[in-house]
């Protein structure tokens, strides 16, 4: 053969409308920063108070913890694997720093004792999935619940306050480079790994390919096992770092954190920015996104004095609306892409 | 070419009359003309691509033409859905089983028209009726037994049972043998028979041509969305049938040059594992070895054994001096072999990856420094071997899953030319592909046996592996039963080894 064979489907007369659609469609990002772009808006025209820069910080300071957890949450999933646990992560991490700085009086040791719950929960999640074979989603859900009852038990549900009162631990979430706050860099780093990580390296290709079609993957000689196990310690990482800025929050590691169903808000943060529940498809950006969409949707509410049971209905239907939103797009995607555009 | 022959003393079942069906950018049906006669087996055949679907969509009022006239027993008919198609007793048997797997074989059979009495399902009658249907097929499962627990041969012919039940008057069938073994195939037909018999037509889509001429009344071939001919199966023969599907000469299906045996590249010694037993294998440069089996007689999982993708128990396998660990595709892919699966979408594409994905997955370390990849690299390579296989997409970003068929095993077969292989295994690599692309296929193995690659060649169909093979092994119930010079090879040869039982009866 000469030359490359593309065969184009023989062109249509193209309408301008439809062009911008197949655009917009094709684009995730895009379509997620203008319902961002919306719901910012929708904020600024009904609540004055939303009217000024800090509003903005605190936003990306808040959800600062959901953004880190989701980093690992969205890589997982990426691989069709899912970990619950995240949210039990945050309470046993918690409470194992403050409980290591009080015992051994270093501020140091604490914060490695908290990593290293993400390294050992997150190495025993991947041996039960990968090596025992045991199903992710009812193995990290049995996580959950264990470790969650672990922190009742150890803690006889009180509080484990810091007695040296650490305050360069608190600076671990109040801390400032510039105007921006100390988590915020650090989600943002992370984000900015890990989509360097997806999108320009070897494994990063390999978690999409085990995701779209594991068989396919072990076949062509991918290490499927270390990576899917590789994920889940990442993905616990993620979740103890998360841990360790909501107790630096108060300095304190607190039984009931991330009780109020943590892992699935990253979880649906993390499906409303694209990133298919079966795997392979999606992205970081969008999974970042989607975060910063909830988030903003609850300041929002919050700034506008709306009870939190309304804030719960609010929320709950605008999720609704936004996988709506999503199956129209993909619908559209596909119908524009078949009519050529 | 010429209008269908019209038999006028019979009103057609079904009668298309210049039939288009255009999708925004393609032109899937131009015109089609098609007459089904009652009591006839008419296959169609074409090209992947050519309309054959759309023209079955159409019948089974998926889709609607944009132009032209359809008529059922002479009377003009617009289907508006599926309903309307299955209301004129029209049973569509598609490609894709669409059975539910956790429901028993009487339930699926049955599905969305239980049998009733006084408001509560008829347990009885709906198994009574299975077991009878199940009967006439010569099929001994239990009709209570969940349909996802069959052999996927078997939840074919479970496919077919609930086209029976339902009394279709035009039964089309898409492919139906694509996992059937012969015996399978074999009461396939006649069922086919009695339901001609019963003044049935049917509309038969295969890619299989002896199959046309085992049951076919008549043939129609379409390209391109056109109609070429419609004529008598008797009066054509199997060479006009392949020039008319491609719509040029295929000088050569089997481009075999004739190539200097290498030194020996592999060398499997006394394998075994999930059913083999005692498989033994040479294959040197440049040559091609057929594997030949039956459906479950173990070829395929003899190519995975000796990937490492299966299980190995025992036995030995050497390539080009080094030895190969057992049960580590890594291994065998570090020391030169590579395998073309022979379940293209279960173990070998990523359907939501592009084109360019797909083909660097086996070899990411070569483009990759550093674990960072150099994707302006990756896609040159890929580049180059969609003009070197000829792969047709309209880019490299474009998903591997809206490519046909023939494309997608040309994008598998360059996943593993890319690392270079020293033996390559192909499983079925021409399952389910139209014959253009099949032909391509075979030029490329050829091509590739040329340039030195040792290739193990796995097929059921026996014109494929004597046109390409230079060396056949015959396997029945995971042993090999029969070698044979690819001067010796005969269609009877392969049949008696791989069909017979060498307990019985000694085999050639």
């Given at each position: 053969m000469a030359s490359v064979q593309y065969a184009h489907p023989a062109k249509a007369p193209r309408q301008g409308w439809k062009r911008y659609a197949a655009f917009w469609a094709r684009n995730e990002e895009l379509s997620l920063l203008l319902i961002l772009a919306i719901v910012v808006g929708f904020f600024l025209y009904a609540e004055p108070s939303s009217r000024q820069r800090k509003v903005y910080w605190d936003l990306l300071w808040e959800v600062s913890p959901t953004l880190i957890a989701a980093v690992g949450i969205a890589m997982l999933m990426l691989a069709a694997q899912f970990d619950l646990s995240i949210g039990s992560m945050l309470a046993f991490t918690g409470v194992a720093t403050v409980t290591a700085m009080n015992k051994t009086d270093s501020m140091w040791l604490g914060i490695l004792v908290g990593l290293a719950t993400g390294l050992l929960i997150g190495c025993l999640n991947g041996f039960l999935v990968t090596y025992v074979r045991m199903q992710s989603l009812m193995t990290t859900l049995g996580m959950m619940f264990a470790l969650r009852g672990l922190v009742y038990t150890y803690t006889n549900k009180t509080p484990v306050i810091?007695?040296?009162?650490f305050t360069q631990f608190t600076r671990l979430w109040f801390g400032k480079v510039g105007p921006v706050r100390t988590p915020v860099i650090l989600a943002f780093i992370l984000i900015a790994i890990a989509w360097f990580v997806l999108t320009q390296t070897e494994y990063g290709r390999n978690i999409y390919a085990i995701g779209g079609n594991e068989q396919a993957a072990r076949v062509s000689g991918i290490p499927v096992r270390r990576i899917l196990f590789s994920l889940f310690v990442i993905s616990s990482c993620c979740a103890a770092i998360s841990g360790l800025l909501i107790a630096a929050q108060t300095d304190t590691g607190y039984f009931d954190a991330g009780v109020q169903g943590f892992e699935l808000t990253v979880i649906a943060a993390v499906v409303l920015g694209g990133v298919s529940m079966s795997g392979g498809q999606g992205n970081i950006l969008s999974a970042a996104l989607a975060v910063l969409i909830l988030g903003m949707i609850g300041k929002g509410m919050r700034l506008m004095g709306i009870h939190t049971t309304q804030q719960l209905l609010v929320i709950g239907v605008v999720m609704l609306a936004a996988v709506y939103f999503h199956r129209v797009r993909r619908r559209w995607a596909v119908r524009l892409r078949n009519e050529g555009y | 070419m010429s209008a269908p022959p019209t038999d006028t003393n019979q009103t057609p079942l079904l009668e298309m009359r210049a039939i288009s069906k255009t999708f925004p950018g393609v032109v899937a049906l131009d015109s089609m003309d098609f007459v089904l006669l009652p009591g006839e087996v008419h296959a169609l055949i074409g090209e992947n691509g050519a309309g054959k679907s759309t023209m079955i969509k159409i019948i089974s009022g998926l889709y609607q033409p944009d132009s032209g006239e359809m008529l059922i027993d002479g009377d003009p008919v617009s289907f508006r859905g599926p309903a309307d198609s299955i209301a004129r007793r029209i049973k569509v048997v598609y490609q894709e089983l669409d059975l539910?797997?956790?429901?028993?074989v009487g339930e699926n059979v049955y599905l969305g028209a239980y049998p009733k009495k006084g408001g509560r399902v008829d347990w009885e009658t709906l198994y009574g009726n299975t077991r009878e249907l199940l009967d006439g097929l010569g099929l001994s499962i239990d009709p209570r037994t969940p349909v996802g627990e069959l052999r996927v041969a078997e939840q074919q012919l479970v496919e077919i049972a609930r086209a029976l039940s339902q009394d279709a008057r035009i039964v089309v069938m898409d492919e139906p043998t694509s996992a059937l073994s012969t015996e399978e195939v074999d009461r396939l037909f006649r069922l086919i028979e009695r339901l001609q018999e019963r003044g049935v037509g049917v509309l038969y889509v295969t890619h299989k041509l002896d199959e046309i001429y085992r049951i076919a009344d008549r043939v129609t071939v379409v390209r391109d969305g056109k109609h070429v001919v419609t004529t008598e199966i008797s009066k054509t023969r199997p060479h006009d049938l392949v020039t008319w599907m491609v719509g040029r000469e295929l000088t050569a299906l089997f481009p075999k040059s004739t190539v200097e045996r290498g030194p020996v590249l592999l060398q499997a010694t006394d394998v075994s594992g999930e059913g083999i037993e005692h498989f033994d294998l040479t294959v040197h440069s440049g040559e091609i070895v057929g594997l030949f089996g039956l459906l479950g007689a173990g070829i395929n999982t003899v190519a995975r054994i000796l990937f490492g993708a299966s299980e190995r128990t025992g036995g030995a396998i050497v390539l080009d001096g080094s030895t190969i660990k057992p049960n580590s595709p890594a291994d065998a892919m570090e020391k030169g072999m590579g395998l073309l699966t022979e379940n293209r979408k279960d173990d070998g594409l990523v359907l939501p990856m592009s084109v360019r994905d797909n083909m660097t997955l086996a070899s990411l370390r070569q483009f990759a420094r550093l674990s960072w990849l150099d994707s302006r690299n990756e896609s040159e390579a890929a580049t180059g071997f969609v003009e070197r296989l000829s792969i047709r997409t309209p880019s490299l970003r474009q998903r591997v899953q809206f490519l046909s068929g023939g494309n997608q095993q040309k994008v598998l077969m360059a996943r593993w030319l890319m690392r270079d292989p020293k033996i390559l295994i192909l499983a079925e690599p021409t399952r389910g592909i139209d014959v253009g692309s099949k032909a391509e296929i075979y030029r490329l193995m050829d091509e590739m046996a040329q340039r030195g690659l040792g290739i193990v060649f796995m097929s059921t169909e026996i014109p494929e592996i004597l046109g390409i093979a230079d060396r056949i092994l015959v396997m029945r119930e995971g042993r090999v039963t029969a070698e044979f010079d690819r001067s010796e090879a005969t269609q009877e040869k392969l049949v008696q080894a791989a069909a017979v039982d060498p307990e019985t009866s000694e085999a050639a």
């Open positions: 810091d007695e040296n009162q | 539910v797997p956790g429901l028993s």
